[in-house]
């Protein structure tokens, strides 16, 4: 299985602010086979990236992912007051599919 | 636009049974791959089962598998969890996930991320 490993836990910043967010797995993430999600507190998760860097369907351009193998990032390159959440990666490379324990963005 | 809205979820004791379903619309139900996601009480996210388009074939995580079945009527639009032998650790609100249409399963598992997720049932197994 698959360990996703989320950094940092907790991330306390102000909007405008431009962030990197790291998901590092335990094996080579194959095909670059990772996504994004964001959760606010009550609300399902919302897919914002697949196939380590294309954005989903109606995703703002200030959110990208990079990476591949075993190092993938999230950047929000300016934060929004919405943007504030718990994002997830997940891969899907290899069975079992796996998430990460999350980041969450908070407003300093 | 896509929706997906569970239903089911409750208070049942341990070693109890609960049925949970997913009314689907919006998208052609029968020709997507869907699943169940999980998440506990202030933690993160754990795939369940997935089950194909027509429903021949079906996927579970290790954690689940024996005691939960999935299952769907694509004449009703509505995908189904069927969970017995329930224990406190399957305690968590349950998201059902749509997948895209392009994924690729084994006879074992759909490599494959999720689209569209439900706004959840909450499962609480306690005595």
């Known amino acids: 299985e698959i360990v996703l490993t989320q950094s940092p836990g907790t991330l306390s910043l102000s909007p405008g602010e431009r962030t990197t967010l790291s998901c590092r797995a335990s094996?080579?993430?194959?095909?670059?086979?990772l996504a994004w999600y964001q959760q606010k507190p009550g609300q399902a998760p919302r897919l914002l990236i697949y196939?380590?860097?294309s954005r989903a369907t109606g995703i703002p351009d200030r959110f990208s992912g990079s990476g591949s193998g075993t190092d993938f990032t999230l950047t929000i390159s300016r934060l929004e007051p919405e943007d504030f959440a718990v994002y997830y990666c997940?891969?899907?490379?290899?069975?079992?599919?796996?998430f990460g324990g999350g980041t969450k963005v908070e407003i300093k | 636009e896509v929706q997906l809205l569970e239903s089911g979820g409750g208070m049942v004791q341990p070693g109890g049974s609960l049925r949970l379903s997913c009314a689907a619309s919006?998208?052609?139900?029968?020709?997507?791959?869907m699943s169940w996601v999980r998440q506990a009480p202030g933690k993160g996210l754990e795939w369940v089962s997935g089950?194909?388009?027509?429903?021949?074939?079906?996927y579970y995580a290790d954690s689940v598998k024996g005691r939960f079945t999935i299952s769907r009527d694509n004449s009703k639009n509505t995908l189904y969890l069927q969970m017995n032998s329930l224990r406190a650790e399957d305690t968590a609100v349950y998201y059902c996930?749509?997948?895209?249409?392009?994924?690729?399963?084994?006879?074992?598992?759909?490599?494959?991320?999720?689209?569209?997720w439900g706004q959840g049932t909450l499962v609480t197994v306690s005595s």
């Open positions: 996930a749509k997948v895209p249409r392009a994924v690729y399963c084994s006879s074992t598992s759909c490599y494959t991320y999720f689209d569209y």
């Open positions: 919006g998208f052609t139900f029968s020709s997507y791959v």
């Open positions: 089950i194909s388009g027509g429903g021949g074939s079906t």
């Open positions: 094996q080579s993430v194959s095909s670059s086979y």
């Open positions: 196939g380590a860097s």
């Open positions: 997940q891969q899907y490379g290899s069975s079992p599919l796996t």
